[in-house]
């Protein structure tokens, strides 16, 4: 087996893991970074974030304005000193990107332009046409090469961490090209893997986001925190769920039920904005979890209309006119003539809720570290408490940006001060992974690896979905232990070495239903509704901060099941409020005091 | 829904002596892409290896030859080959299985042209930079990397030490934005034997090109540039200035 001896390893060649990697190689050009991911870096799902990202920027903003957006939009459960930091170095962070390059749209004296964004009071969202993340992911990486000391194992994927004594000391990859495992070892590791969204049936993912990093900690013992929260975004295109970004909205696009009538307004987020003048935290510029659950409302109503067996409202563009659609949302004209066959110019787009991000991950502090000594995890992976109950839109592509960069210093130091732990502490650990894949090889008689993976996603979208109960949540954990139980049972039937997807898949699948199982029982335990969380059984309907302004802790117990445990949420200056959109906001006094 | 045939070719390095093509059947209608159909194959068939990742367009993973033509699988689709409908892996990278290439040499051409801001200036506000100064490269760096370009050039075909077209689009991006001072660095890489001279301005790169990067008319300004810069440098040597 090969064996290589670095100081750190960075698990993810998103906008997290590539952050973090260069900011480990500025501490010292002689510390050894290896930066593991499961495709090429820049095929990484960061590359699909069309709209922002969010920091204070025009003199008429201030970080207290970020500050109470981002506690206010997580419905109070975001740790409120995780967020004073994020607040404080979201600036800077992206300036550091447009030093390195990014291209940044521009105002025409050549400052940078910032945009309206879903749940921001004040235009603080800056973008990079509709490519954002596609420039930052590109900016990143071109960056990253000019680093000796960022060695890369591109198509390399982690199976196991390799820990000993609470003390990480290493992953455990399969060389995607030839089958062989590869014993990385090092000081630090930190987790950059993504979100999970793919556990669900309709979702904006790429296929790579399947809670991998989630599951390796999980397995670990490390807790995955608020774990329930599952943001849906509001315009997915019907069935594929790819993403038309909120940036139309942003722009002064419309929703309209299939009778044309902009249903918003009945939900609390009124009164109707005049056409062409969008206004923040109104109508169609109110939170995701908002709109998304107006969407559910239409369908039981049968307000919503039909698209090829698919039960979808309307996202209107066609009064921002043909030429300034192509000059501010070109990939979206682009998506839209592609996958659904309509010009946004000239007919409104078919779109529906799919999951979009998971608000919950790996638990860890605001210096990003976890319970495992040594261990870090950043991205939509962890949970460092930013997003609480509800992400707003172009917080998390900062958020890779702050929190990689301190993830990076911090394993660096780490890495610097720790000897290394002698490689006969996991020898077993290493030889049962061994052991575990070669069983792994076989033929399956009636199931498939197919139908496992899709039961899972159903059962997710069905249980777990934007409303939830206790019935249909429990109905879930059991068809999720089911499928759990077939799974153990499936073997992969491509018995190549040479780039076997049939074997990623499958161990991708083990991953998907470990978390599939978190977010379910962490849901099942917050019997109130906030932010995404929303249930409908009885008296379970509003927020209830006497019992649960705290975060769900989830952690695997000795028999396989998820235990939950109660985390209070850090409040430092703003005590729970309600959460206004639309007019009811102007008499909002929680927010003058901020 | 109806059902029809498509073509893939297969390969297999641990049993096959050489690529083969096999016919499978798919359902499909007015959406289904390339790759839904690859992904219905591999519900059939598992030992199936192809690259995908965003399914939007947007990652570069997935670009394999549709009927001999460098496409994105993802944003190609059945519609548009009512008849007959053949995928295999891109030409000119090796194959590795199936419809996976060898994407190293790619990545080796990129990094080599330095594809990073070079200015050393260490400064906490963002550069100034105008949108006329943006519209110069912006188009320049909307590559996704998806190698079709190198698939179409039949330079690249016969020489895979050519920088090609993509590195040398993205060292010409850095080359016209305002806040770069690397040029002079650059330079070399696209003066040398296997820089932009190579090209012979067949052009298909800019025709397969899904993100409209044209690198073609990147490599003709990169000429001009070339050309500017190996007058000055015989000056510079003859003591001429
Ligand atoms: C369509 C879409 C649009 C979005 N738009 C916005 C936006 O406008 N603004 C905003 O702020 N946010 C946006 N988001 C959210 C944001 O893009 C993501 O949260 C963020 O990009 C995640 O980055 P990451 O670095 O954590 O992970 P990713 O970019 O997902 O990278 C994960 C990395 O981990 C690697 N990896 C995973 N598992 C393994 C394994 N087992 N072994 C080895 N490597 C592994 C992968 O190869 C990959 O390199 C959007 C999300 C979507 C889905
Ligand atoms: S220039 Fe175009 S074809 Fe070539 S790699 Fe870039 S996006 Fe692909
Ligand atoms: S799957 Fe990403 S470009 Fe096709």
């Given amino acids: 087996m090969l064996q290589l001896d670095m100081d750190i390893i960075v698990v993810g060649g998103g906008g997290a893991g590539l952050r973090a990697a260069i900011a480990a190689a500025e501490v010292s050009p002689s510390i050894k970074i290896a930066l593991v991911s499961k495709v090429y870096p820049m095929r990484s799902h960061t590359v699909a974030a069309e709209g922002g990202a969010a920091a204070v920027t025009s003199d008429d903003d201030s970080l207290q304005s970020h500050f109470y957006d981002t506690v206010a939009g997580s419905d109070w459960l975001a740790d409120q000193n995780v967020v004073e930091f994020f607040v404080q170095h979201a600036y800077q962070e992206l300036v550091q990107l447009e030093r390195w390059g990014c291209p940044w749209s521009r105002k025409s004296d050549g400052t940078v332009q910032v945009r309206r964004f879903g749940g921001m009071k004040t235009e603080r969202t800056w973008f990079a046409a509709d490519k954002t993340g596609f420039h930052i992911l590109h900016t990143l990486f071109q960056t990253s090469l000019k680093y000796p000391a960022i060695k890369r194992f591109d198509e390399y994927f982690v199976l196991d961490l390799l820990v000993v004594e609470q003390q990480v000391a290493g992953v455990l990859a399969i060389r995607y090209s030839t089958g062989e495992l590869v014993q990385l070892r090092a000081k630090s590791v930190i987790l950059a893997t993504g979100g999970a969204g793919r556990v669900f049936h309709y979702n904006t993912n790429s296929g790579i986001v399947t809670g991998d990093g989630m599951a390796l900690a999980l397995r670990h013992g490390v807790a995955l925190r608020d774990m329930e929260f599952v943001q849906y975004h509001p315009t997915g295109l019907p069935g594929s769920g790819i993403l038309i970004t909120e940036a139309c909205r942003g722009e002064g696009g419309i929703l309209l039920n299939k009778d044309g009538y902009r249903y918003l307004q009945d939900y609390g987020l009124g009164p109707e904005t005049p056409l062409g003048e969008p206004r923040n935290k109104y109508m169609e510029l109110g939170p995701r979890d908002r709109l998304s659950q107006a969407f559910w409302q239409q369908q039981k109503l049968g307000l919503t209309g039909d698209y090829q067996g698919h039960a979808v409202v309307y996202l209107d563009l066609r009064h921002l006119g043909e030429k300034h659609l192509n000059e501010r949302l070109p990939l979206i004209c682009e998506l839209a003539k592609d996958y659904v066959n309509v010009d946004p110019a000239k007919t409104p787009i078919p779109i529906r809720p799919a999951v979009h991000y998971t608000m919950g991950g790996i638990m860890t502090n605001v210096d990003c570290e976890t319970s495992i000594n040594g261990l870090f995890a950043i991205g939509e992976c962890a949970s460092v408490g930013l997003h609480g109950a509800n992400r707003l839109g172009s917080n998390s592509l900062t958020e890779l940006l702050v929190f990689g960069k301190v993830a990076g210093e911090k394993a660096a130091g780490t890495a610097l001060q720790k000897n290394g732990i002698s490689h006969h502490a996991f020898a077993t650990q290493i030889a049962e992974q061994e052991a575990a894949l070669a069983a792994l090889h076989g033929h399956n008689s009636d199931d498939s690896l197919v139908a496992v993976r899709t039961g899972m996603t159903l059962a997710m979208e069905q249980g777990c979905g934007i409303y939830r109960d206790e019935e249909g949540m429990q109905r879930c954990l059991e068809q999720l232990h089911e499928l759990n139980t077939r799974y153990t049972q499936l073997k992969v039937v491509d018995h190549g070495k040479v780039y076997n997807s049939a074997l990623l898949q499958h161990l991708e699948l083990g991953f998907g239903l470990d978390v599939a199982m978190t977010i379910c029982s962490s849901a099942l335990a917050r019997t109130e509704s906030r932010g995404a969380h929303q249930r409908t059984d009885d008296g379970m309907g509003t927020r209830n901060d006497g019992e649960f302004l705290q975060h769900t802790v989830a952690v695997r117990q000795v028999d396989g099941s998820v235990g939950i445990h109660w985390q209070p949420v850090s409040v430092t200056s703003l005590p729970p409020g309600q959460r206004l959109y639309g007019d009811a906001n102007t008499s909002n006094t929680a927010e003058d005091k901020s | ?241």
Wanted: charged share 20%; hydrophobic share 35%.
């Fill in chain 2, 1 to 241: 829904m109806t059902s029809r045939n498509i073509g893939i070719m297969r390969y297999n390095p641990e049993q096959d002596k050489k690529p083969h093509t096999e016919s499978y059947q798919v359902e499909a209608d007015d959406n289904t892409s390339v790759l839904d159909a690859l992904q219905q194959v591999q519900q059939q068939d598992p030992s199936l290896s192809f690259r995908w990742s965003c399914r939007m367009a947007i990652c570069g993973s997935c670009g394999v030859m549709v009927n001999s033509v460098p496409k994105l699988g993802c944003q190609t689709f059945l519609r548009d080959y009512p008849d007959s409908l053949v995928i295999s892996p891109l030409s000119n990278f090796a194959v590795e299985k199936d419809l996976i290439v060898d994407m190293e040499p790619f990545l080796e051409h990129l990094s080599a042209i330095k594809p990073w801001l070079i200015n050393s200036e260490q400064s906490t506000v963002p550069h100034v930079q105008t949108p006329q100064q943006l519209a110069r490269y912006q188009q320049f760096a909307n590559c996704i990397n998806c190698g079709l370009c190198y698939s179409a050039c039949p330079q690249f075909g016969l020489n895979p030490e050519f920088r090609g077209p993509a590195a040398l689009a993205l060292a010409h991006r850095y080359n016209l934005d305002s806040r770069d001072l690397g040029k002079a660095e650059r330079m070399p890489q696209l003066n040398a034997k296997d820089g932009v001279w190579t090209c012979t301005f067949v052009g298909f790169c800019s025709e397969v090109c899904p993100k409209k990067v044209d690198p073609a008319a990147a490599i003709n300004q990169g000429k001009v540039e070339s050309a500017k810069d190996m007058i000055l440098s015989v000056f510079k040597s003859s003591g001429v200035r």
